[in-house]
C-alpha cells in the first residue's frame, strides 16, 4: 500500500523540481482514460431541471460494482470509504435502484451503467407513461375526461427515469476493454474478501460533466442574454432542428401563406427519438418505423402522380423535436397561422400519419381517430372516408387496418397539435389498440434487435444491405397500403391504386442504413461529397439536438426524400449547387430543390459518377415558437433546452488513504516553506554569497 502510493509522490516530486522533463508519462502512470463515454445532460423546461452533471472537476469515487440490489447497503451505509462511485450492469439500471442512490446522493459520486450486449426480455422505459400530456390537445378545456391519460395509458412501462433530476453524472460504458479494465482494478483493490476491509490504495473514478445550465429555461436564456463580452458564454440552447417536406406537385417555396384552389392531404411522421443517455437514440420501433414506410410510399408514389396527377397535392412532412412537446409539429402549424409557410391551415384536405408500425401483431394494424373532433359532421364523414381507404387498399396486401373498439383518444402524435388549431379529418396508424406494444419506448433498447432484424453470420457488408429481413417485407406491406390510401385520399383514380406499390429493396436498405451502418454504398450515393463525414459505422443517433443545428438524421432523410420523390435532370454540377437549370432560370429555385448527389463509384477508381437530382424536398425551421415569442414559461409551446458543457470524460485510477494524502500535503508545504526561507536567505546574505574579490586600484606591475 504504502510502497506504491511513496512511488506516486516520488514521481510527482520529481517533477515538479524537472518541470517539463517526463510529466506527460508521469500523468499517463496515474490514470487510465475511459475511451467510450456517454454522459446523461441536463435539460431544463418552464419550470425545472431534469439529468445530470457533475462538479466543476469532475466527481471521484470509490469504484464499487454493483452486484445485486441488496448490495446497496455497502454504498449507502456500511461502506468505510464513501464517497462511492457505482458501476451497474444493466439489468441493475431500474427506476427502483436508481432512486436509493439519487436519496443517498451524500454518498454517491456517480453511476456507470456498462451497456448491456442484449435487450433486457423484461423491457424497459425511462419515459414517462404518458407522453407529452401537456402539451397535445387533450386539455381540460378540450375534453377534460380524456385529459392525462385518463382513459389510456400508452405507455405503461416508462417509469419516468429520462424526467428524475441526478445532482451526480451518470454515463453509459461499452462492455469491452474499459469496463474489463475496471472491473479488475476493482477485483484486486476493492472487493472485501471473506468480510475483511479493502486496504489503500483503493481503485476510483473520475467523471467529468459538469453543466452550465440551472434552475429552468427563463433563467438560463436570461443568462445568454446579458453576457456582455465580447466572446460571450451561452449556458443553454433550445432543443431543435429542421423538419423535411415535399409535395408531389411542386409549391413556390417564397410565396408564403394561403394557395387558392390548393388542397394538400399531409402525410406525416416523426424522425427524433431519445434515451436515458445523450448520443444513444436509435429509435427504431418509436421513430424509424414510421418514417422509414412514409419515405417508402412517397417513392411508391413518385411514377403514379407524375404519369396520373391526383388533383389533390400530397404534401409528405417528417417532423423533428416531437418527443420533446411536439417541436416540429407545433412550429409547422404556427408558421402556417402566420403565412410563414407555403400552405396554411385552410389548404388542409386531411392528414395521415404513421406512426409506430414495426411491430404488428398478426398482421394487425390500428386506425386511431379523434372521437372529439369527430363530433363534427363534416370531419366525421372524412375520417370515415379516409378509414375506408385505408381497410381498402389493405386487402390484397398481408395486413388489416382495424379501428380500435373503444372511444379513446389519439396516441401521442403529431396530428395533435393540428387538432389544437382545428379540427381536422385524420387518422393515425399505429400497432397497437391501446397501449403501446413497445415495450422500450424511448430508451437504448429500441434498436435492430428490437425490430428482429438480424443477418446471416456468413453475409459481408454489401450483402447485409441488399438482405431482405422479415421486418423489411412487413414494413414494405404496410408502405404499399400507406401510399394506396394517399392517392385516393388525392382523389386519384382507382384503376390506377392497385398498381402502386413499394419497393422491399429500398425498405431493406433504409432500415440497414438507419438501424445499423449508415455508411454504406447506397447511402454514399444519394449525399453530396461534403456530407460524407455524415455518415458512421454505427447506429444513427436520433435525439434531436439544439437549434440551428442540421443533425445528420435529417440531413439523411432530406436527401433520401429527395431521390426518391424526384427526379434526375442533366445540368451542370455548378449549376445544380447554384439552384437553377440555367443561368435564364430564375423560377425553378422557387418551386424545386436541386441536389449534386456523388453517384456510384466507377469500377477500379475512386471517381465517382455524380448526378443532379431535382425535387420538391426541402427543410424548414424545427424550433419552438416561444423562443421566437420569447415566452420561455409558455404552456402552449415546447420549452425545452439543453445546458452547455465544456468536457465529458472518464477516467480510473489509485487513490491514497488520506492520512498519507495529509502527509503529501504536509510534505509540499514544508518544501514551500523551504525553498522560501531558502530564498529568502540567499536573498539577504547575496552580497556575500555573490561577491567577487577586488583587486586594488593603485597596484603596479
Avoid at 384503376?495 to 451502418?517: C, E, H, K, P
Wanted: net charge negative; hydrophobic share 40%.
Amino acid at each position: 500500500m504504502d510502497l506504491l502510493s511513496s512511488k506516486w509522490l516520488v514521481n510527482l516530486l520529481v517533477c515538479w523540481f524537472f518541470i517539463g522533463v517526463g510529466c506527460n508519462s508521469v500523468e499517463k502512470k496515474i490514470y487510465v482514460h475511459l475511451n467510450y463515454t456517454i454522459p446523461c445532460v441536463r435539460l431544463l423546461n418552464a419550470t425545472h431541471q431534469i439529468g445530470c452533471q457533475s462538479h466543476l472537476s469532475g466527481n471521484v469515487g470509490v469504484l464499487h460494482v454493483l452486484e445485486s440490489e441488496e448490495n446497496l447497503d455497502w454504498v449507502l451505509r456500511s461502506g468505510l470509504n464513501p464517497p462511492y462511485l457505482v458501476i451497474l450492469e444493466s439489468p441493475l439500471f431500474t427506476r427502483s435502484i436508481m432512486m436509493k442512490l439519487k436519496n443517498g446522493s451524500s454518498r454517491v459520486a456517480g453511476v456507470a451503467v456498462v451497456a448491456a450486449n442484449a435487450n433486457p426480455p423484461d423491457g424497459f422505459s425511462p419515459h414517462t407513461n404518458c407522453p407529452n400530456e401537456n402539451t397535445g390537445v387533450y386539455t381540460e378545456s378540450y375534453d377534460p375526461a380524456m385529459s392525462h391519460c385518463n382513459v389510456t395509458v400508452w405507455n405503461p412501462l416508462g417509469n419516468g427515469l429520462s424526467y428524475e433530476e441526478f445532482d451526480f453524472p451518470i454515463f453509459s460504458m461499452k462492455d469491452d476493454n474499459d469496463t474489463l479494465v475496471i472491473r479488475q482494478c476493482y477485483m484486486d483493490h476493492n472487493r472485501a474478501v471473506n468480510g475483511s476491509t479493502p486496504q489503500y490504495p483503493l481503485c476510483a473514478m473520475q467523471l467529468f460533466s459538469h453543466m452550465s445550465a440551472v434552475t429552468n429555461t427563463a433563467t438560463c436564456m436570461r443568462r445568454n442574454d446579458i453576457n456582455f463580452s465580447i466572446s460571450p458564454e451561452m449556458v443553454c440552447d433550445p432543443l431543435g432542428d429542421y423538419n423535411v417536406w415535399a409535395s408531389t406537385k411542386p409549391l413556390n417555396n417564397t410565396a408564403k401563406g394561403h394557395k387558392d384552389g390548393e388542397r394538400v392531404v399531409v402525410a406525416a411522421a416523426r424522425l427524433d427519438s431519445r434515451s436515458f443517455f445523450f448520443d444513444v437514440a436509435p429509435g427504431a420501433q418509436s421513430g424509424v418505423s414510421g418514417f422509414v414506410a412514409l419515405l417508402a410510399a412517397a417513392h411508391a408514389l413518385r411514377n403514379a402522380t407524375q404519369e396520373a396527377p391526383p388533383p389533390r397535392n400530397i404534401l409528405y412532412a417528417f417532423f423533428q423535436g416531437e418527443t420533446f412537446d411536439y417541436i416540429g409539429s407545433s412550429r409547422m402549424v404556427y408558421d402556417m397561422q402566420n403565412n410563414q409557410f407555403a400552405v396554411d391551415l385552410d389548404n388542409i384536405h386531411s392528414v395521415l400519419e404513421v406512426g409506430q408500425v414495426g411491430l404488428r401483431a398478426e398482421s394487425k394494424l390500428w386506425l386511431h381517430s379523434d372521437p372529439v373532433s369527430r363530433k363534427n359532421s363534416s370531419v366525421d364523414e372524412e375520417v370515415k372516408k379516409l378509414i375506408q381507404n385505408l381497410q381498402s387498399a389493405a386487402t390484397d396486401l398481408n395486413v388489416s387496418a382495424e379501428v380500435p373498439n373503444v372511444s379513446q383518444p389519439l396516441p401521442p402524435c403529431s396530428f395533435q397539435r393540428f387538432l389544437r388549431a382545428r379540427p381536422i379529418p385524420g387518422v393515425v396508424i399505429e400497432d397497437h389498440q391501446s397501449a403501446f406494444t413497445n415495450r422500450f419506448y424511448e430508451s437504448m433498447y429500441d434498436n435492430a434487435e428490437h425490430l428482429n432484424i438480424s443477418y446471416p453470420s456468413n453475409l459481408t457488408l454489401e450483402e447485409q444491405l441488399e438482405f431482405v429481413t422479415d421486418t423489411a417485407m412487413a414494413l414494405t406491406e404496410v408502405a404499399t397500403m400507406v401510399a394506396r390510401t394517399l392517392y385516393a385520399q388525392a382523389g386519384g383514380a382507382e384503376s390506377q391504386r392497385n398498381n402502386i406499390n413499394a419497393d422491399r429493396q429500398i425498405v431493406t436498405r433504409m432500415l440497414y442504413g438507419f438501424l445499423v451502418r449508415s455508411n454504406n454504398s447506397w447511402f454514399q450515393q444519394l449525399i453530396p461529397s461534403d456530407l460524407m463525414s455524415h455518415l458512421t459505422d454505427t447506429p444513427t443517433n436520433f435525439y434531436v439536438g439544439v437549434a440551428p443545428q442540421t443533425s445528420k438524421p435529417t440531413y439523411l432523410v432530406q436527401y433520401l426524400l429527395a431521390n426518391l420523390t424526384g427526379s434526375t435532370v442533366n445540368i451542370t454540377q455548378e449549376n445544380c449547387q447554384n439552384q437553377r437549370e440555367s443561368e435564364e432560370d430564375k423560377e425553378n429555385k422557387h418551386m424545386y430543390f436541386y441536389v449534386w448527389a456523388q453517384g456510384a463509384a466507377l469500377p477500379n477508381s475512386t471517381e465517382r459518377e455524380g448526378f443532379c437530382t431535382r425535387s420538391t424536398a426541402r427543410l424548414v425551421k424545427a424550433m419552438s415558437p416561444a423562443f421566437d415569442l420569447r415566452e420561455y414559461t409558455s404552456k402552449d409551446y415546447s420549452t425545452w433546452t439543453e445546458s452547455r458543457w465544456k468536457s465529458i470524460k472518464g477516467r480510473i485510477f489509485l487513490v491514497a488513504s488520506h492520512e498519507l494524502e495529509m502527509v503529501t500535503l504536509g510534505v509540499g508545504v514544508g518544501v514551500l516553506l523551504t525553498s522560501l526561507l531558502l530564498t529568502y536567505f540567499m536573498s539577504s546574505k547575496a552580497d556575500i554569497l555573490f561577491s567577487s574579490g577586488r583587486e586594488p586600484a593603485n597596484a603596479t606591475y
